[in-house]
């Protein structure tokens, strides 16, 4: 018999605790072990049942889902899901959430909505079957985000056409992973940054306020028509893949979903090796399945570049793990290496770059 997986319900809402507990009942595969209405009485029943994966509700009174998540990494570290919802204050928690550890987060709206609640619930059932085969890692200190730095003093750089794009895509852990590398670029980076994260309207605009505030560099939710500058981050549109139309600028599409997303690092990756050639590099981090991989191999096609992060640094290495088993990867690296690993290939282009200039005008020299 195959063991079914162990879920503790916290949600200061009886009619909330109900519903989830019966969409994943009828859904099989995962036991319900109880429930929590608060965060202290979650603590005290995390300790007492050891579930595999908590479902974590963002508000609740008292202690909410962040106080309560941050004490759950460090007393008693297990695999959190939060469920959000799409209000602002809603999305700024819940990306605070995976900043701080959660693994993943759910609409709850999706739950009360009688059409295509049958997908909601496979949706959560896998979100929670997918969390529970990563190892929660304890926490000894909250970081907290560096303070804002002064606009003026962020983008002097962003005002110069990019020759040169690092394409970014990641989905599962990809908040966390972003917070981390987006900040240390320096804003005299000699390329603009398209960055694919998967997620659902509502929350990309939120990612990008918020990496904008930390980061040196200017981050923005990409827009119709966004020119692609030096020292300058661009997030896909939740709900719209984002590409670059014939004058260079940004466009955003609701074509079909492409492995099964929207917005897709393939799409991005292949409409920006159509405009840029090999002036590419493609980083790949953290997430479930395998968006990216057929991007990578038209980035190595055009000879750019791939790097992906390492197996121990992912949340889930799935998209990482299956463009490192095609071969298209120049490097597997921690995600502590991906910033260093991005400016070690931005000065070998720019190098190849003024070599390649030097030996035109060596040529030009000698035919007059």
């Known amino acids: 018999m195959v063991n079914e997986t162990r879920v503790l319900i916290v949600d200061d809402s009886a009619f909330a605790r109900l519903a989830i507990a019966r969409e994943l009942k009828n859904t099989g595969g995962i036991e319900v072990v109880d429930f929590a209405r608060t965060g202290?009485?979650?603590?005290?029943?995390?300790?007492?049942?050891?579930?595999?994966?908590?479902?974590?509700?963002?508000?609740?009174?008292?202690?909410?889902?962040?106080e309560t998540l941050k004490r759950i990494m460090v007393e008693c570290p297990t695999p959190v899901v939060m469920l959000s919802s799409v209000t602002g204050s809603g999305t700024e928690a819940t990306l605070r959430a995976l900043e701080l550890g959660a693994v993943d987060f759910f609409l709850k709206n999706s739950l009360a909505n009688p059409i295509g609640s049958e997908e909601a619930a496979d949706t959560l059932k896998n979100k929670?079957?997918?969390?529970?085969?990563?190892?929660?890692?304890?926490?000894?200190?909250?970081?907290?985000?560096?303070?804002?730095?002064?606009?003026?003093?962020?983008?002097?750089?962003?005002?110069?056409?990019?020759?040169?794009?690092?394409?970014?895509?990641?989905?599962?852990?990809g908040p966390k992973a972003l917070n981390q590398i987006?900040?240390?670029?320096?804003?005299?980076?000699?390329?603009?940054?398209?960055?694919?994260?998967?997620?659902?309207?509502?929350?990309?605009?939120?990612?990008?306020?918020?990496?904008?505030?930390i980061s040196s560099i200017g981050v923005k939710e990409a827009a119709a028509g966004d020119a692609i500058y030096q020292g300058m981050a661009y997030i896909a549109r939740g709900g719209y893949h984002m590409v670059i139309d014939d004058n260079g600028t940004l466009s955003l599409t609701q074509t079909a979903a492409v492995s099964?997303?929207?917005?897709?690092?393939?799409?991005?990756?292949?409409?920006?090796?159509?405009?840029?050639?090999?002036?590419?590099?493609?980083?790949?981090?953290?997430?479930?399945?395998?968006?990216?991989?057929?991007?990578?191999?038209?980035?190595?096609?055009?000879?750019?570049?791939?790097?992906?992060?390492?197996?121990?640094?992912?949340?889930?290495?799935?998209?990482?793990?299956?463009?490192?088993?095609?071969?298209?990867?120049?490097?597997?690296?921690?995600?502590?290496?991906?910033?260093?690993?991005?400016v070690e290939n931005l000065k070998r282009y720019t190098k190849g770059a003024r070599s390649e200039r030097s030996r035109v005008c060596s040529v030009k020299k000698q035919d007059s």
């Open 128 to 173: 929670i079957l997918m969390a529970s085969r990563v190892k929660a890692v304890r926490q000894s200190a909250v970081i907290e985000p560096v303070i804002k730095l002064e606009k003026q003093n962020k983008k002097r750089n962003a005002c110069n056409p990019a020759d040169f794009v690092v394409v970014i895509g990641s989905s599962t852990g």
């Open 260 to 342: 099964g997303v929207r917005p897709s690092v393939n799409v991005t990756m292949k409409s920006v090796v159509e405009y840029y050639g090999g002036a590419v590099l493609g980083v790949v981090l953290t997430g479930m399945g395998t968006d990216g991989t057929a991007g990578a191999q038209d980035i190595k096609r055009a000879g750019g570049r791939v790097l992906v992060q390492d197996e121990a640094t992912c949340v889930v290495y799935g998209m990482p793990k299956s463009i490192a088993e095609s071969g298209y990867a120049d490097a597997i690296i921690p995600i502590s290496g991906i910033t260093k690993g991005i």
């Open 182 to 213: 987006v900040p240390d670029l320096h804003a005299d980076i000699p390329a603009a940054i398209l960055i694919v994260q998967h997620m659902p309207p509502g929350f990309t605009n939120s990612l990008a306020d918020r990496l904008d505030q």
């Open 40 to 66: 202290l009485e979650a603590l005290e029943k995390i300790r007492q049942y050891q579930p595999d994966v908590v479902t974590l509700d963002v508000e609740m009174p008292h202690m909410d889902g962040l």
